[in-house]
T-cell receptor
């Protein structure tokens, strides 16, 4: 079954620690994206990548970093510089911008 | 500054009737629009899209209408079913210089409640 897998579903972090969220897709999509959702808010774009070894900042990239070493994988690191990391993080992928983005089921990150 | 606005946080509709969800945008560069459905603690599921060269797109019970001059789009669900109860997000994208895929700009969502 093709799809996008995000792991873990729930993640807890101590203040001052970096944490990495996993996103893997087997849809053969070229583009991948990370969004953040806060309660009562829409999704906001953190980073996106059109092809391997290339990525661009989205609207709220500060305090986050990404890598795209493989087509299938686009991990997101939430660094200690992110002042308010508690949120629901969603990964998505698509063939091109003219095709719909497909989403994983998200990772909920909480600060202990 | 919100570029995509869904002004109704919630909407209640009787089962079998039509549900109409509205979305307004301010960025005239947006040329591709989508609707997603989302359940709590899950990722959004794509429903239907429309490009700016069209004013209507239909898929089963779902129809999206685009009024470019008013910068307004709407999603019609006919007939509404209990399983349609969810949060619906409107999203848009603009072609960036140099081409290629970019992210979507989302509205804050409308919680649709279908009453039996």
């Amino acid at each position: 079954d093709g799809g996008i897998t995000q792991s873990p579903k729930y993640l807890f972090r101590k203040e001052g620690q970096n944490v990495t969220l996993s996103c893997e897709q087997n849809l053969n999509h070229d583009a991948m994206y990370w969004y953040r959702q806060d309660p009562g808010q829409g999704l906001r774009l953190i980073y996106y990548s059109q092809i391997v070894n290339d990525f661009q900042k989205g609207d709220i990239a500060e305090g986050y970093s990404v890598s795209r070493e493989k087509k299938e994988s686009f991990p997101l690191t939430v660094t200690s510089a992110q002042k308010n990391p508690t949120a629901f993080y969603l990964c998505a992928s698509s063939f091109t911008r003219d095709q719909p983005q497909h989403f994983g089921d998200g990772t909920r990150l909480s600060i202990l | 500054d919100q570029q995509v606005k869904q002004n109704s946080p919630s909407l209640s509709v009787q089962e079998g009737r039509i549900s109409i969800l509205n979305c307004d945008y301010t960025n005239s560069m947006f040329d591709y629009f989508l609707w997603y459905k989302k359940y709590p603690a899950e990722g959004p599921t794509f429903l239907i899209s429309i490009s700016s060269i069209k004013d209507k797109n239909e898929d089963g019970r779902f129809t999206v209408f685009l009024n470019k001059s008013a910068k307004h789009l709407s999603l019609h669900i006919v007939p509404s079913q209990p399983g349609d109860s969810a949060v619906y997000f409107c999203a848009a994208s603009a072609w960036i210089s140099g081409g290629g895929a970019d992210g979507l700009t989302f509205g804050k969502g409308t919680h649709l409640i279908i009453q039996p």
